[in-house]
């Protein structure tokens, strides 16, 4: 295991902040909480540091959460950065958090006006560029989506490392080794990071199972009853008030990920079991009431949405879209860490991947069949279908033959959760999802 809070290095990110340094953008750092957003921050400012050779005093630090900048407005913000202004130098001014100060967009454009300084900032919530804010400084930013841990991070803070040597047959095999030296499988470490997650703040604890619910319920407490509540009191609204039906709603989606669901099906689940549940306070919830609490568990970053495409006619669909957690980890938490289904989870990791790797991705809808993601970056379209496992002929021929429907010249993988012999099914490569998560 790593020691506690060592700065682990997250390259993926910290070379898109690199990349936009020194211009006149904002550097937005989006993500759910413990995501490792302000640790990003600090691996930033020691690259100015380290590599850039930027002073101590070009460099200010704020972190919201503190109380040493609780009651801070505005204007005393202002003020404050006024104050460390080094005439003739470029400033480097790093804001966690920021959403805590009412009227902040107003600070960071002043700043971008008034002051020759490069500005990061960080936000739990995606009513930090909300339409309004977004307007406000449109052009003048761009927004960095952090994700926990991917599973090649995982094994970084776990302490754990790959290592690559060659079969008799001359392909290449894979294997674990932690900081002592002791060999694992991939499927090993894969079972802990699907049964616990990437939240980088697991890395500072065993991974047993009452330290690791101590920690995740930490972090789904704080998203939801705080940041979710705090902030519809700070945009003045009373949609979303009831802690119970926000977990409620929280759950079904857990259940349900990688489902077609409807946002009408959730309110019939919640008045179905209104009588099941006593401190369910809602007689009748209204769609417009369950589109809010969705919302902002979608703001929170605790769950991502997912659309359908229709790949014959070649557009997005409006119905029946599907929804994906942000964490393992927090499923487990929240639905119980015994008896869960493999399958969806798979299905979930890798949507996650595809949004770290930069694919922008859909569900495919090809006559009646259903093709699990159509991922899209660029040019490029990747097919993919998710299977936790096919040895069962029928479960094979079920994931083969939507990729059978698309005549088109794109790449279309089957990525599995356990081994397949053979390397390939009818010319569709069959990757086996450990593999995947190591690919460069």
């Known amino acids: 295991m790593r020691k506690p809070s060592t700065l682990i290095m997250r390259e993926q990110y910290l070379s898109r902040l690199i990349a936009f340094s020194d211009t006149d953008s904002i550097k937005v750092i989006t993500g ?14 020691r690259y100015l540091i380290e590599e850039r050779g930027i002073d101590l005093e070009q460099i200010v630090e704020m ?10 407005d505005v204007m005393a913000l202002y003020e404050f950065i006024r104050s460390k202004i080094i005439p003739g ?26 002051f020759d300084c490069d500005q990061y900032i960080t936000g739990s919530n995606a009513y930090l560029l909300s339409s309004e804010f977004s307007t406000y400084l449109s052009g003048r930013y761009v927004e960095i989506q952090m994700l926990p841990l991917s599973f090649k991070e995982f094994l970084t803070f776990q302490g754990y490392r790959v290592t690559i040597s060659n079969a008799p047959d001359g392909t290449e095999s894979r294997r ?56 519809e009191r700070r945009r003045g609204q009373r949609q979303i008030s009831d802690t119970f039906l926000l977990k409620k709603i929280s759950l079904f989606l857990a259940d349900n990920i990688g489902n077609p669901t409807s946002l009408t099906s959730i309110g019939k689940m919640l008045v179905s079991q209104r009588d099941l549940d006593e401190g369910h306070r809602k007689s009748n919830p209204a769609v417009r009431t369950v589109i809010a609490y969705v919302t902002a568990l979608l703001e929170s970053y605790v769950f991502y949405e997912i659309k359908r495409f229709d790949i014959k006619g070649r557009e997005y669909l409006k119905t029946l879209g599907k929804y994906y957690i942000v964490d ?14 493999t399958g969806r989870m798979l299905e979930n990791i890798v949507y996650l991947e595809l949004l770290r790797r930069g694919y922008d991705p859909a569900v495919g809808k090809i006559g009646e069949m259903e093709i699990d993601f159509v991922a899209i970056r660029g040019d490029e379209i990747l097919y993919i279908q998710v299977a936790s496992s096919l040895a069962d002929e029928a479960a094979l ?42 690919e460069p």
């Open 397 to 438: 021929e079920r994931e083969v033959r939507p990729f059978r429907q698309v005549v088109n010249g794109y790449a279309k993988i089957l990525i599995t959760g356990e081994r397949y012999l053979a390397a390939s099914v009818d010319g569709y490569p069959v990757i086996y999802l450990g593999d995947w998560l190591l």
């Open 89 to 114: 130098k470029r400033m480097y001014l790093f804001f966690d958090e920021i959403q805590r100060i009412p009227r902040w967009q107003d600070a960071v454009n002043s700043f971008r006006v008034d």
């Open 328 to 341: 393992p980890g927090l499923r487990n938490y929240l639905l119980g860490f015994n008896g869960l289904d």
């Open 176 to 231: 674990i080794v932690d900081d002592e030296g002791r060999p694992f499988s991939i499927a090993d470490i894969l079972r802990v990071y699907i049964r616990y997650g990437g939240l980088p703040v697991l890395g500072d604890i065993a991974l047993e199972q009452e330290h690791a619910l101590i920690l995740l319920d930490g972090v789904f407490s704080t998203v939801v009853l705080r940041d979710i509540l705090l902030r």
């Open 32 to 45: 759910i909480r413990r995501c490792g957003k302000s640790s990003m921050l600090k691996l930033m400012v």
């Open 63 to 72: 972190n919201f959460e503190s109380l040493e900048f609780s009651q801070m």
